[in-house]
């Protein structure tokens, strides 16, 4: 039945509601296990950049983008088709440095956070923290090297949230132990 | 603080309540579930634990799914009969759910209602999930009824 349905489920969208509440079922979780936000932080961090190793796969096998030439391309092919093919939004790509090597994305609506606030104690939580580490670990698995982290957060009292991406260095591929 | 507290409360508690328009991929779902997963498992050592976590989770889930789809669908009321919450699991709850795998929202779901009961996940053929009612519930929609 998974392999004739492969096609099906290309394009198969749902509702964000559910996504959202697993969202935030998971962050309470990890708030009760953790006792603080720094760890917290880094748990959610780790865990996207696991989902970040496995995404890249499957948006490579469903979006027809070949290799990108420059962090330019990248940055546009990451805004316009992987947000929008997996959470239904496409942020604008702003604020390039002049040396061209890192610049912001701008999402004026997040899925993850909808119906969501902060409690005070909490202040230090960078919610979306998922979100950094999907990026890094797609990102690594094409050999890119980057820095990714929020600058702004509406759940902090800012208008938009800010992802801001820095290109660190390109990965050399490294071939196996074993196959010498 | 006092500032904050009307501000940043009241900003939310006056959003509507329609569906949102975004829609989300399946696949980015069945990512964050897997790794959800993977997490209760590495902090528990036995499968029936790891079950029990993930209720858990689907607990908070299931309690605020139904407070939106009451408020939504029924204009406020609950339902009080057994066979009619199912009913309505049944078709609001799953078609708001899309289908997803979630013995853990049902439980969560009957339980809120003021349904307590155990629902179990059987793989037979394909998934069926079987709910216990506890004996007080059936006592009690037997007096309904009878009334």
Redesign the interface.
Request: aromatic share 10%; glycine share 6%.
């Given at each position: 039945m998974s392999r004739q349905s492969n096609r099906a489920?290309d394009?198969?969208?749902?509702?964000?509601?559910?996504?959202t509440?697993?969202?935030?079922?998971?962050v309470?979780?990890l708030c009760k296990?953790y006792e603080n936000d720094e760890e917290v932080n880094k748990q959610l961090d780790k865990?996207g950049y696991?989902?970040g190793v496995?995404?890249i796969e499957?948006f490579l096998a469903r979006s027809s983008v070949g290799r990108c030439h420059d962090f330019r391309e990248t940055a546009d092919v990451i805004a316009k088709v992987a947000f929008k093919?997996?959470?239904?939004?496409t942020p604008s790509v702003t604020n390039w440095s002049p040396a061209g090597d890192e610049f912001s994305l701008i999402l004026e609506?997040n899925?993850l956070v909808?119906?969501v606030?902060l409690p005070?104690n909490h202040s230090n939580l960078v919610y979306s923290s998922?979100l950094c580490g999907v990026l890094r670990g797609a990102l690594e698995m094409v050999q890119m090297a980057v820095d990714v982290r929020f600058a702004q957060d509406t759940l902090r009292g800012d208008s938009v949230t800010e992802i801001r991406m820095k290109f660190i260095k390109r990965i050399e591929e490294n071939l196996p132990a074993g196959d010498e | 603080m006092e500032v904050r507290f009307t501000r940043g409360k009241s900003a939310i508690l006056e959003r509507s309540l329609t569906r949102p328009k975004t829609e989300v991929s399946v696949s980015a779902f069945a990512l964050l579930f897997s790794e959800m997963v993977q997490y209760c498992q590495s902090r528990v050592y036995s499968v029936s634990e790891l079950q029990a976590r993930l209720a858990d989770m689907g607990q908070g889930v299931g309690a605020s799914l139904l407070d939106v789809l009451v408020m939504r669908e029924k204009n406020g009321k609950r339902e009080t009969k057994v066979l009619n919450i199912l009913l309505f699991i049944k078709v609001n709850v799953w078609k708001a759910l899309f289908g997803k795998e979630a013995d853990k929202l049902e439980q969560a779901i009957l339980t809120h209602s003021g349904f307590p009961a155990k629902v179990t996940v059987h793989w037979h053929k394909g998934t069926t999930l079987m709910i216990k009612f506890d004996e007080a519930v059936i006592a009690r929609d037997k007096s309904l009824d009878g009334r």
């Open positions: 489920t394009s198969k969208k749902m509702n964000s509601e559910l996504f509440l697993t969202y935030g079922a998971l309470t979780q296990d865990m696991n989902i496995r995404l499957d093919m997996y959470l239904g939004v609506s899925p909808d119906f606030e005070d998922l | -």
